[in-house]
């Protein structure tokens, strides 16, 4: 793999057997030896799960108008947020299609952190300054010097709790601690993650992290911890239907059509990017919008599958599997909105076969949050 980064922790990939790939640029595992994409997804619904997410970016957003800044690149509402409170949300393009998805991390009014997906950092960092024109902030992507690990599952806490004097428990759902001595190491860590699980995302510098990862792999040893790959990590977001940029967002997909209405605050005050897009798009009424299938028939349904109704084609698939925790053969589509009321029988085009589906709730498996 010529040309492909690696990250601070690929030598402790290798050594813990993980079956490497290119993704985004990047060689990370999509699982490692000793049980495969079953078991770590299963690790992490009833353990801890670890993985490396060293790939994806950081923006830090600092000045006097830093709030004022962001609050006009993104659809939902940061002004709301308390200091060390995070936020997901997007950026969106003037016509109300997706840029990115993204946490927003405020440490103050006038200091942010903006991580981004690892495919699109040069993208989503040429948007943020482009539009940060007339704005009094300073920008910096830090992404470079940034190493991260997501620890998920519901042992994620005793196992961190090991290594740190930080109270834990103290750490509220989706909000962050900064300078958390974990084993040693400088770390920022927030209660969050991709897997619908309790955890923790946890970053420091590339020099420490791999004692990090280390000394969580033996602080976890007896609390279940595994190393987790690419493959469970899509899913386990999926079965709890978190969205992944590419598939249940894009371009040519709204964050209102892929059912993130909650997340874009329309009547905020201050303006934003896309404003008027969604406002018209919410005012008419959804052409299309996301939806949960469950197939009838053999066959998984991938990514870009196209969904029919007789003869009409009325959508397309954004990621399908059969579900680790439900034994369920599952899907999200884009689907026209008149096929998506609860029951509605449709077809999924399955290589040269249509396999029969019915619309379903889209969350397969519930959240376990600690709130």
């Known amino acids: 793999m010529e040309n492909v980064k690696k990250t601070a922790l690929y030598d402790l990939h290798v050594k813990y057997g993980g079956k490497i790939i290119e993704f985004c640029g990047w060689a990370l595992p999509t699982q490692y030896e000793g049980g495969g994409i079953n078991a770590e997804h299963e690790a992490v619904r009833t353990a801890a799960g670890m993985f490396d997410v060293s790939h994806m970016g950081e923006v830090e957003v600092k000045g006097k108008e830093a709030e004022k800044f962001i609050n006009y690149l993104v659809p939902n509402d940061i002004t709301v947020l308390e200091p060390n409170q995070v936020l997901y949300t997007q950026f969106c393009y003037p016509h109300g299609g997706t840029v990115d998805d993204l946490l927003v991390y405020k440490y103050t009014n006038e200091d942010y952190l903006l991580v981004i997906n690892a495919a699109n950092v040069d993208k989503d960092y040429a ?42 428990a103290q750490v509220k759902f989706f909000y962050c601690k900064k300078d958390v001595n974990i084993g040693g190491a400088s770390c920022l860590i927030s209660r969050t993650g991709y897997t619908g699980e309790d955890g923790f995302e946890i970053y420091t510098s590339n020099e420490d992290v791999s004692a990090v990862w280390e000394k969580l792999m033996e602080a976890g040893k007896d609390l279940g911890i595994k190393p987790a790959g690419l493959g469970c990590r899509d899913t386990l977001r999926f079965e709890v239907a978190l969205p992944l940029y590419g598939n249940e967002l894009g ?54 599958c196209e969904v029919y109704s007789g003869d009409k084609k009325v959508g397309f698939v954004t990621t399908g599997y059969q579900s680790p925790s439900t034994g369920k053969v599952v899907a999200l589509a884009i689907v026209d909105t008149e096929y998506t009321e609860m029951g509605t029988q449709l077809e999924i085009q399955i290589r040269k076969n249509r396999v029969p589906a019915e619309v379903v709730a889209k969350k397969f498996y519930n959240k376990s949050y600690k709130k």
């Open 127 to 168: 948007w943020i300054v482009e539009n940060s024109k007339g704005f009094d902030v300073s920008l910096k992507n830090i992404s470079p010097e940034v190493s991260e690990i997501a620890l998920q599952g519901p042992n994620a806490e005793k196992i961190l709790q090991k290594l740190t004097d930080t109270d834990l």
């Open 251 to 304: 371009e040519d997909i709204s964050p209102l059509e892929a059912g993130l209405g909650y997340f874009v605050k329309l009547d905020k005050e201050a303006d934003f990017i896309g404003k008027e897009a969604l406002k018209k798009q919410k005012a008419e009424g959804l052409k299309r919008k996301l939806v949960g299938l469950e197939l009838k028939g053999k066959g998984i349904a991938r990514h870009e």
